[in-house]
């Protein structure tokens, strides 16, 4: 093997096992946070998704008792109300397809995606983690399990975003 060759496969190894590092490392972000819906903070200018649960979008309305009614911002309400200006913590150790840190988040001692899901605000999504929850929600018959709903991911599916 000639030097270039060397050097240049040292420098795709480190290059590789640095990409390797970021990927697996663990975020934490902490501080005031806004509330951008249901299942999404903003945190010190970073996006940050709640893991485990999907909630309705801002725009989506579900219905009770025969009515719409905008769930997408009830959700956003609910979580201002669970944060109630109490200092957020997140912990991340993946990104989702927008490059947002998907994070277990607490206010205070509060699980907010526990808490979103629990209240039915949210749904429980990929792995389950609160299913629990969600069936407590359902059983009784809180936020959207209160009447009739579109899946979120449904409902994005069918509503995409315009660039």
Known sequence: MRPLDITLAVLILAG?????????????LAGPATVIDGDTLDIAGIHVRLAGI???ELKQQCVRRNRPWPC?????????????????????????VY????ARCRAGTLDLADHMVR???????RGRDYAGAE??????????????????AEWRAAHPRRS
């Not at 209240?119 to 999504?125: D, I, K, Q, R, V």
């Open 119 to 125: 209240e039915g605000y949210a749904l429980a999504y």
């Open 135 to 152: 069936a407590e929600a359902r059983a009784g018959r809180r936020g959207v399990w209160s009447g009739t709903f579109e899946p979120p």
């Open 16 to 28: 590789l096992a640095a990409v390797t590092g970021l990927l697996g490392r663990n975020e934490e």
């Open 99 to 102: 490059g947002r840190p998907v």
């Open 54 to 56: 999907d909630a309705p």
């Open 72 to 96: 997408g911002e009830a959700a956003r309400r609910a979580l201002e109300e669970a944060i109630g200006g109490a200092r957020v913590s997140c912990a991340s150790s993946e990104r989702d």
